[in-house]
Every structure is written in structure tokens, then in C-alpha cells.
């Protein structure tokens, strides 16, 4: 992607935000019963990404039992 494909608010949020030292966060309520798949497409709509950034979620292993029923 070059500066080129951007729009002219993309490019006045990247010269805004772009030299930011402490990152963008994003404060959002989700339901409990959500699942990684719907929270995984609630974050690239968030942020405006496009299915295209590295990602990884890491769960305590009880939790990630508890939450997978020992299923996988």
C-alpha cells in the first residue's frame, strides 16, 4: 500500500496519528458469549483494517479448557 491509495481523510488521520509514541487503543464492551471468530472481525472493523494484520490470542490454559470444553 502506498501513500498514493489513500483517501484524503485516511491521509489526514495517518499525518495526525502517524508519529504517535503510545499507539491508538480502542475501548470496546463485547458479549461474554462472543466468539473468537466475531471479536476477530469486531477488530478489523475498529481499527479499519482489512484482514490483513497479525494477530495472535493466547489464553491461560485453564481458561482456554474451560472456554473450549477439552473439544480440541
Known amino acids: ?8 481523510k485516511e491521509r489526514t488521520i495517518l499525518k495526525k496519528y502517524g508519529q504517535v509514541e503510545k499507539g491508538l ?5 463485547v458479549p461474554a458469549d462472543m ?12 481499527f479499519g ?7 495472535h490470542y ?3 490454559p485453564k481458561t482456554f479448557a474451560h472456554l473450549t470444553e477439552d473439544n480440541l
Open 49 to 55: 483494517w482489512q484482514n490483513c494484520h497479525l494477530h
Open 35 to 46: 466468539t473468537l471468530h466475531a471479536l476477530h472481525y469486531a477488530i478489523m472493523r475498529l
Open 58 to 60: 493466547e489464553l491461560p
Open 25 to 29: 487503543y480502542r475501548d470496546v464492551l
Open 1 to 8: 500500500m502506498s501513500l498514493k491509495d489513500l483517501n484524503r
